[in-house]
């Protein structure tokens, strides 16, 4: 995984190996005369004093000199940094939004009734009426929801309610004009492909289906050691975005489910399957 860390490992130890570049050079040359276990792999593991004047140990290519092993790590590091950036930069269009299916759920449940309020999203979403007031704290201090001012909610502007108008006796929260702009940017190819690096375990359970075919959560959860009421939120959240989609037949062929194979699957559970456009961006991932 990129990270920041990463890059400045590699950067510490090309500026530790350039500042003893003679005494990395003359051990290089002693190892390539000396029997050894650095012969195995082609590599020498050494200890430096780095200009701080710390310990550190590096694995120098037997191979190449000081200078090219500290060029190396340079090049490496300057990769590393310009596709972190980009990452960045991607997945910053949704840095405000929560890496929480449960958060992606809201923003189209409310961008359905237009507003509501925890306890009643809750229900809805069949989620925790703590975690929903949790996440909906959260998305007011990002900008992707506002709280309804106090008074009364005209039922034309909260389409959970079936009364005319509504007495506000909770805090009711509709989606910003952020949050609106952000569910348009999820329509998008650019969108799925984002929430595939966004929302954690989401490209895992996207890449199981495209693989293995149809599964259910219930299987997912108790295979990949997740809790079930996440991965039941998490394949929902997909659902939205347009990654997977609920497998239609009655019956499931052995040829399609390669997870449990057998000659057919009498469907009793609400099986799900990848998109073609979900498939398209896991190709472009591999790539």
């Excluded at 590599?43 to 701080?52: A, F, G, H, N, R």
């Excluded at 079936?162 to 506000?168: H, L, P, S």
Aim: charged residues 35%; aromatic residues 6%; contains cysteine.
């Amino acid at each position: 995984m990129v990270s920041e860390a990463e890059i400045e490992r590699l950067r510490r130890e090309a500026d530790t190996i350039m500042t003893r570049i003679q005494a990395v050079d003359e051990a290089l040359e002693r190892a390539r005369h000396e029997a050894g276990d650095h012969w195995d792999d082609g590599e020498l593991e050494l200890t430096l004093e780095t200009p701080q004047g710390d310990s550190l140990d590096v694995q120098l290519d037997l191979d190449a000199d000081a200078a090219t092993n500290a060029q190396s790590r340079y090049e490496r590091a300057k990769e590393l940094e310009a596709a972190l950036e980009q990452k960045q930069a991607v997945v910053g269009q949704l840095a405000p939004l929560p890496a929480d299916p449960v958060a992606y759920l809201l923003l189209y449940h409310l961008d359905t009734v237009e507003g509501n309020y925890p306890r009643s999203m809750a229900g809805h979403l069949d989620a925790e009426r703590k975690h929903v007031e949790s996440l909906c704290e959260e998305m007011v201090q990002s900008g992707l929801l506002e709280r309804v001012e106090s008074g009364t909610v005209k039922q034309r502007r909260v389409k959970a309610k079936k009364a005319d108008e509504v007495r506000q006796h909770h805090t009711y929260y509709r989606l910003s004009r952020e949050g609106d702009h952000l569910l348009r940017f999820l329509d998008d190819d650019e969108g799925q492909l984002n929430v595939l690096r966004h929302l954690p375990d989401g490209r895992t359970l996207a890449q199981r289906l495209a693989r293995g075919g149809p599964d259910y959560p219930r299987m997912t959860a108790e295979e990949l050691d997740m809790e079930f009421e996440y991965v039941r939120h998490l394949y929902r959240a997909l659902r939205r975005v347009g990654l997977v989609t609920v497998y239609e037949g009655s019956t499931i062929k052995g040829s399609e489910r390669k997870l449990k194979p057998k000659d057919e699957t009498h469907r009793k559970h609400t099986y799900y399957v990848t998109t073609a456009s979900a498939e398209q961006l896991l190709r472009e991932f591999e790539d």
